[in-house]
């Protein structure tokens, strides 16, 4: 990928950071874990490269300065057996760590990680001698309260998996599902297996026809913080609420299991293992997108919100680099995430979700060599970049709190003037009666201004040898500086711990109520405007969001609506140009005298002399018009679909032969042709008129779509 223009700079460079780790920075390993929990990162076995042992070290990344903790030393100083352990070993085995392995796996269950399988060497081998190498079939549990290794006994069973290593596994509810891998012979294990992870039991087995490893595959659940599961297929995408059902920590999700091979002519699969039997549904042919992922080597992956995270080490004779791309589980379409120039230079190795703030971590070192690394299998650990997912519109979507009745009780009791024991004055004069109690637990700052007024009534009353009685006391008023609808939002928010009216969703009054979340410290209705200003953001709104964003630091959503902002311009300055060269054209004009500034008659000089090239984000050519379509007259709908902006003329009812792409109601036929260092799609009818563009990730280049 050519180098960006000195002094421009794309904007998806806004959505990565790096920054370098400190402490004990662990050594270069080959198939170690990394396992987030909370606000640390646990990193656990692997194989040295330079001597090529194999480790049982455990080191810790705190998360909020990533700074590495060595804690092998001291993390068994205490064993004690753990009281109604089902299935713990004796007590002179308690508190030993595993033995070394590398290409095991490990999976967050309820403040504990458990760890299954690998590879590790025998110990049976004399001095001096290569050690023989054997494949485990052990569970092995880290309690990350006593920070203890916990062994464990299971019962024997007819389900209990074969010994294995570069496997794969996932937690769904409380069920650990083991999946594929591959023998001490290499060969590959074709079968899933399921342990029950409160009585430690192995209660499901059965065969699973797929060659699937650590090497080609992942396999990812929602975690138990999802607010809501997609409904794989449902094709509703972006454009409208998906069909989601809430979520409890110990309710079984599907395991998405993603593998892709033949790395010369990739070939995609997708099985999703269903609970709780977790029957396979082979989904490999529904995948679509404008580009599909490329091979990718060891990929790792996760779920947040809507969408399954892909990422992984992509190498051709072209291109070296680390990628990450999201595939929508309602509309199964493959998206990459443009991480800008960051992946371009430097070895970037693995990745992991840190669900807490919606970013994917990638770790690695800036100044090796990606090639020469991954001869070696290898993964660094000297720096992180950190991804903002919510740039791209991939985030936790907001839980649900309460039923549906108990949002309606919630605006009931509101409207009842006979519960009100308060009134809220608004900027237009509006009193709003309301019930005290309600505001104080619901509203913090409420609460701490209704308690300093009642210290000094009861004060005032010592003072006047009176007996102090709140229910005595005058209904008291507190003055809101703000209009009546914005008020009455953020009061019915405030009952009902939802956006739930058509009010409360109109933009202005979203705007509002983000930066009162902000003002006020109310996490929870930060997420809900948060989340609903992302799902109305189109080219109206952008410049309102994005002002709103940067007032209350949600720097994701403001990245995404700056987005929407330059395509907005581009798409005008565009519009703009075609009008001038029509009217060149039709009174017989050169071109050149057609333009409106010198700056568009250098754009046309700069394309006539070198017809192949491109401007750095957002440059276009200029194709020949076409004969007139859509005249300026024609009436269009704005669709939204993510990142994908379009102005679509209203032509349901014109009769219209349409083929090749289905977007919402519409189809779009289209042309294309490549073009380098942009990445901006322009939109236009037949008669040449830009009608629409959208940002375009996969990769730098461009498309044009024609109406028709």
């Known amino acids: 990928m050519p180098a960006p223009t000195p002094g421009l700079q794309s904007i998806s460079d806004l959505t990565t950071t790096s920054r370098i780790t400190s402490g004990d920075v662990p050594p270069p390993l080959v198939g170690a874990t990394m396992t987030v929990v909370d606000d640390k990162l646990y990193l656990f076995g692997g194989r040295l490269i330079q001597t090529r042992q194999m480790i049982n070290s455990l080191y810790i990344l705190h998360l909020t300065d990533f700074q590495w903790e060595n804690v092998s030393e001291i993390v068994n100083i205490t064993p004690t057996r753990a009281v109604g352990d089902p299935g713990a070993e004796d007590e002179h085995e308690m508190g030993s760590p595993p033995s070394e392995r590398y290409f095991h796996t490990a999976n967050a269950y309820k403040n504990t990680i458990v760890f299954f399988g690998g590879m590790g060497p025998s110990g049976n081998a004399a001095e001096g001698q290569p050690q023989d190498l054997i494949v485990y079939d052990d569970i092995k549990i880290l309690d990350l309260e006593l920070l203890q290794w916990r062994h464990v006994r299971i019962p024997s069973s007819q389900h209990a998996p074969k010994p294995r290593y570069a496997h794969l596994s996932s937690v769904s509810g409380n069920k650990l599902v083991i999946i594929g891998g591959q023998d001490v012979s290499n060969q590959y294990v074709e079968e899933v297996s399921v342990l029950d992870l409160d009585s430690l039991q192995w209660v499901a087995s059965m065969p699973f026809e797929k060659h699937c490893g650590s090497y080609r595959s992942i396999a990812v659940s929602p975690s138990g913080h999802e607010s809501s599961v997609p409904v794989i297929g449902s094709e509703l995408g972006d454009m409208a609420s998906p069909t989601l059902s809430p ?4 309710e079984e999700h599907p395991v998405y299991v993603y593998s892709n091979f033949n790395f010369s002519d990739v070939k995609r699969e997708l099985q999703v293992l269903t609970p709780p039997q977790f029957t396979s549904q082979d989904h490999s042919q529904s995948m679509s997108g404008n580009l599909l992922p490329p091979g990718l080597r060891f990929p790792t992956g996760a779920i947040s919100g809507q969408h399954l995270l892909l990422s992984g080490t992509c190498l051709s004779p072209t291109q070296q680099t680390f990628s990450i791309w999201s595939l929508n589980l309602s509309s199964l379409v493959w998206t990459r995430i443009d991480t800008g120039t960051v992946f371009n230079t430097g070895s970037w190795n693995r990745g992991v ?201 949600q720097t994701g959503l403001q990245i995404r609506s700056l987005k929407v902002m ?87 009812d014109q009769g219209a032969n349409f083929g090749d792409i289905k977007l919402s109601e519409y189809t779009i036929g289209f042309e294309h042709e490549f073009k380098e260092s942009t990445d901006v799609r322009v939109y236009r009818d037949l008669s040449g008129v830009s009608i629409g563009y959208c940002e375009y990730e996969e990769r730098k280049e461009w498309h044009e779509y024609w109406i028709g």
């Open 566 to 652: 330059i395509a907005a311009k581009k798409m005008l300055q565009q519009q703009q140009l075609r009008l001038q060269q029509q009217h060149a054209m039709s009174h017989s004009i050169p071109v050149n005298a057609g333009y409106a500034t010198s700056e568009l008659n250098q754009q046309q000089q700069h394309h006539s002399a070198d017809p192949s090239a491109g401007l750095y984000n957002g440059g276009y050519s200029q194709p020949t018009p076409h004969s007139p379509y859509i005249n300026n007259s024609t009436a269009f709908d704005t669709v939204v679909n993510k990142d994908l902006i379009l102005f679509v003329p209203r032509i349901e």
């Open 353 to 553: 979700l840190l669900e807490n703030s919606n970013a994917y971590l990638v770790f690695g070192n800036r100044t090796r060599s990606l090639a020469d690394d991954y001869q070696n299998r290898q993964t660094n650990f000297d720096h992180v970049s950190i991804v903002d997912l919510e740039a791209f519109g991939i985030y936790q979507h907001p839980p649900t709190t309460m039923t549906m009745t108990a949002q309606e009780l919630g605006l009931s009791l509101l409207n009842d003037n006979s519960m009100a024991d308060f009134e809220i004055l608004t900027q237009d004069h509006h009193r709003i009666p309301v019930n005290s109690a309600v505001l104080a637990a619901r509203w913090p700052y409420f609460g701490v201004l209704l308690r300093e007024q009642e210290e000094q009534d009861a004060a005032q009353c010592k003072q006047d040898n009176t007996e102090y009685d709140p229910t005595l006391s005058p209904k008291r008023t507190l003055s809101l500086p703000e209009p009546n609808t914005v008020v009455l939002a953020f009061l019915q928010y405030l009952y009902t711990d939802h956006l739930v009216t058509a009010q409360q969703h109109h933009s202005q009054v979203l705007s509002q109520l983000l930066l009162l979340a902000d003002m006020y410290g109310l996490d929870r209705l930060r997420d809900l405007a948060t989340h609903a200003l992302h799902q109305m953001l189109n080219m109206s709104t952008a410049a309102m969001v994005y002002e709103t964003a940067a007032l209350s630091q």
């Open 247 to 250: 979520t409890s920590p110990q």
